[in-house]
């Protein structure tokens, strides 16, 4: 009996030692499992290991965007975008400018009535108030009426005191428009008096109908109208000969001053003899820029404290969601970023590089990982004296100028934002033609200076504007994510995905529909298509060329992922 009790009480003692070295066994296999997955990999590809996010109400040192490491991209992967010529773009030679009237659009002389007169005032810096000029004319055109050289806003946050004529060569805008639309430098005297006219506005993105509607019945009574704040205020979308004015406007009436011609020419002349081909970089990433985006970039207090009283400027402005705006798309990329971008692209570090920008945002420590990436860093101070740049450097808008010049000749123009010149640029980025290059040849060695060639050989030959030289345009959607996390994959990963996310923004023909974007930035009424020795317009085209795939503002990639774990963590 004693010896059964002794059996039981062994029993017993085994029955609860059994299940608890299972549980121990179980809690070690849950260690050695999470410490698997928290511990590095060989290859650095740390995917579960979530980064912190960061939050508008963290301290400067918790709330960067991402490690502060630049694992510099060797060279770019097969994302979508490796295969190609990174200094060209495919299928350019069968599209060019085509913005010449139809034989139904009357002469500026038979519609033109002699007691209209339309005068603007711009808003903005130098490529807001273009736009402002381009819509002005085709405005006075549906009035009927002569347009008076248009003023230039002189009190928005630049401060520039430059007229038309300091910017632009008024005397070929006036010619070159002639048939289009009357234009007068003045309002000529009424009765012996500086006529003031009647001061209006009218509504954004206003039609040719609200034009009528609204304007023509105030010309008629006051016979001179001005309206102000004139940015933007005619609609995308008007008949197809009205749209090839605004080209022609935009492309061809609006030559710069010459000083400024000619400074830029050295400019472009100085970046060739430094390199066969040149990247330029509009880097917007001046502190009025930032203010108004109202993006956040991890500076703390600080930076919040500084850019809110820019902010306090526009007093139109929404409270921001920095975390949002950028979450969508809508911050400008740090210059890191986009030298980033650029590296994995296929540009490597022994590219030359014209950076066109004001005053970046904390300085030279800003600026530092991009000039690693790319050494051969160049501005216009660094290309030009002092002296040389006297003349323009206390104006914004005519050094603004300079570096218009500068991208528009580039071989490839990147932008890290979508603002008025990266719209205005991807417009109009042109490559010459043979005609062309003759036409300038035979011009220099007829003993005309090279300015004077140029500008015979581009104005001459209208119409060939649009030569597709790349222009890359920043997926900011989903290169937000990538960013942030790229310290969490392979420097190969990142590389992929950069190519692969920036498919469909790299300047490439058709690839965005008609509709999409300001008709300044995707001009398709303008662009013609060669198609089996055919001439046909773009937005009519059937063309069989091959193309990059069409993005819109709500597509932006519909591949599937290799690595879903990946897309996982990109994902919104």
Not at 150 to 177: A, E, T
Request: aromatic share 10%.
């Amino acid at each position: 009996m004693a010896f059964s009790r002794r059996r039981h009480h062994h029993y017993s003692r085994r029955r609860w030692l059994i299940p608890a070295i299972s549980a121990a066994f179980g809690f070690l296999l849950i260690f050695i499992f999470f410490l698997s997955i928290l511990a590095p990999s060989p290859n650095g590809n740390r995917l579960f290991h979530l980064p912190r996010r960061r939050s508008s109400g963290d301290n400067d040192a918790d709330n960067e965007i991402e490690d502060s490491q630049s694992h510099v991209p060797i060279k770019a992967g097969s994302g979508g975008v490796s295969d190609r010529d990174i200094w060209s773009s495919r299928n350019s030679k069968f599209f060019y400018g085509c913005s010449n009237a139809s034989n139904e659009f009357l002469k500026a002389q038979d519609i033109t009535h002699p007691n209209r007169y339309l005068s603007i005032v711009t808003s903005g810096g130098l490529n807001q108030q273009r736009t402002g000029i381009t819509d002005a004319v085709v405005a006075a055109r549906i009035l009927n009426a002569t347009l008076v050289v248009p003023k230039l806003d002189k009190s928005s946050y630049w401060k520039d005191s430059s007229g038309f004529s300091d910017i632009f060569d008024v005397d070929w805008f006036i010619k070159y428009l002639a048939k289009d639309v009357s234009i007068v430098k003045e309002l000529p005297l009424r009765r012996g008096q500086i006529w003031s006219p009647y001061r209006m506005r009218v509504p954004r993105k206003c039609t040719d109908r609200c034009y009528i509607n609204r304007v023509l019945p105030v010309l008629n009574k006051k016979h001179a109208v001005q309206i102000t704040k004139f940015d933007y205020r005619l609609a995308n979308k008007l008949d197809t000969d009205l749209q090839k004015l605004r080209c022609r406007v935009n492309y061809h009436s609006l030559k710069f001053a010459d000083p400024i011609l000619r400074m830029g020419e050295k400019l472009v002349q100085r970046m060739r003899m430094r390199s066969s081909h040149f990247i330029a970089l509009h880097l917007r990433f001046e502190p009025d820029m930032l203010a108004f985006s109202g993006c956040y970039y991890g500076g703390g207090d600080k930076e919040r404290r500084e850019l809110g009283k820019i902010r306090k400027k526009w007093k139109t402005l929404h409270d921001s969601d920095p975390d949002k705006a950028r979450r969508h798309g809508r911050c400008p990329l740090t210059p890191e970023e986009v030298g980033l971008m650029l590296r994995s692209l296929g540009y490597g570090e022994d590219v030359h590089i014209y950076v066109a920008s004001g005053e970046i945002y904390g300085g030279e420590e800003t600026l530092t990982p991009l000039k690693a990436l790319f050494p051969n860093f160049h501005t216009k101070d660094t290309l030009a004296t002092k002296d040389e740049l006297e003349p323009f450097s206390a104006f914004s808008s005519r050094m603004a100028a300079l570096d218009f010049i500068v991208c528009d000749e580039s071989d490839v123009f990147v932008t890290n934002n979508h603002g008025n010149m990266a719209k205005i640029l991807a417009g109009r980025r042109s490559a010459a033609s043979l005609s062309d290059i003759s036409t300038l040849l035979c011009n220099w060695y007829s003993g005309k200076s090279r300015v004077q060639a140029v500008e015979t050989a581009s104005y001459r030959n209208a119409g060939r504007y649009f030569g597709h030289k790349p222009t890359i345009r920043p997926n900011g959607r989903k290169l937000y994510r990538l960013f942030l996390n790229r310290n969490y994959m392979t420097e190969k990963e990142f590389v992929y995905r950069v190519g692969k996310y920036q498919r469909g923004f790299m300047g490439e023909p058709k690839e965005v529909g008609p509709s999409w974007g300001v008709f300044h930035e995707n001009p398709s009424s303008c662009i013609c298509e060669k198609v089996d020795n055919a001439t046909v317009e773009i937005s009519h085209s059937t063309s069989r060329l091959e193309t990059s795939p069409k993005v819109t503002s709500n597509d932006y990639d519909t591949d599937i992922s290799e690595n879903p774990e990946l897309d996982m963590l990109l994902s919104d």
